[in-house]
Structures are given as C-alpha cells and as structure tokens.
C-alpha cells in the first residue's frame, strides 16, 4: 500500500505522511530523494481496534461515532503514558502488530466511565502516532489520514494538536478514503502483471 500511497501523492509537497487508522494505525512517509520519493512505512501502534471494543463492550454502539463519547470524556494521561512505556514502541521500523496486541489496555480501564475510557484509549491511538515522529527522516508538513479514524473528529483533533502540522481527511487531496486500500489492490496488481517490484 506504502507504494500507491507514493504514486498518488507524486504531486503533493513532501514530506507527507498519510495514516491510515482501522484496527491498527500505520504510516506511510514521503521524503524526497533525488526526483524519485524515499519512503518509510510502519505500524504505529493500535488504531481503532480497542477503542471498538470498549465502545461496544460498554454501550452496545459499534464505535464512538464522531468522537462523541471521547469528546464528552477527561483522558487519564498516566495511563497512557504507561502504556507508551511497552517495549514495542522502542522498536524500530519497520515493524508491525495485530489489532489484539494491545488488548491488555481494556482491562486497564474497566474501572473508567464509557467516556473517560473512550477519552483515553483514543489519546493512545494520537499519542503513539505523535511517538512515530522520533522514528521518520525529517517531519511532514501534511497528514492525511484514511481508514475509519479520519470520522472521528476527537481523535483528528487530538492529532492536529500534537502533530505540528496539517491533519486533514484523504479526501482533501481528491483520494477516495473509502476504496483507497482497494485501489491499492488494484495498483499493485497491475505492478505485479508488468513484473515491477511490489514491496520496499
């Protein structure tokens, strides 16, 4: 995916990075290496897997439609911040997990209200994406972020606080944030029809 992400973004300024929050969030950065994109591409920690599951676990809702729950919540930073300590972050990219990797967190806050709880596990998604920044060559001066995460207005403005730089839907470059991992598909099939490389 990290390469179709590339070759939709040739035109925009770089660095960039796109985001893409479903279960799991990952990245992929853009630099700029000669006339050709350089490119780094990991997971950056859970997305909105736990944050799913708490919701339904506590409201019989799917998910925190809009970020309202997390919005209404007060985020315990102690927790998150102990929970940013998991040797897995320490890890340098690239590197990856399953949406169940984390899944320690829900019992850590079985104890806080529906929306202190969603408040907090959606502070780790923004928290661990702003802890991917140590890792990336020079910072971007634009997110844009796809998957089911970029409908969650607190969690996109708990990004654009922490970032430094512009957050905005896939959709404000003209992609389609609702088929791009298909499309990808897509891309790489045809990569794979004319014999050109299909990773990094």
């Known amino acids: 995916v990290p390469l179709y992400h590339a070759a939709l973004a040739q035109d925009l300024p770089r ?8 279960g799991v969030a990952n990245i992929t950065w853009i630099g700029e290496q000669g006339n050709s994109p350089s490119v780094l591409a990991f997971d950056t920690g859970p997305g909105n897997a736990l944050l799913d599951d708490f919701v339904s676990a506590r409201t019989g809702q799917p998910c925190d439609v809009g970020g309202a729950l997390a919005a209404a919540g007060r985020v315990d930073g102690a927790r998150v911040m102990a929970w940013l300590r998991h040797p897995w972050f320490r890890r340098p990219p690239p590197k990856s997990i399953d949406r169940d990797d984390f899944r320690f967190v829900l019992d850590a806050v079985a104890d806080l209200s529906p929306a202190d709880g969603a ?38 403005r708990m990004l654009e606080d922490q970032l430094g730089a512009p957050v905005e839907p896939v959709e404000a470059a003209g992609w389609r944030g609702d088929v791009l991992e298909a499309e990808a598909f897509a891309f790489l099939a045809v990569r794979a029809v004319r014999g050109l490389p299909l990773t990094l």
């Open 119 to 156: 408040a907090t596990l959606t502070a780790f998604t923004a928290r661990a994406v702003t802890l991917a920044l140590l890792a990336l060559p020079d910072a971007p001066r634009r997110w844009l972020v796809g998957g089911g995460g970029r409908h969650n207005n607190a969690l996109m």
């Open 15 to 22: 660095p960039l990075a796109v985001l893409n929050i479903g």
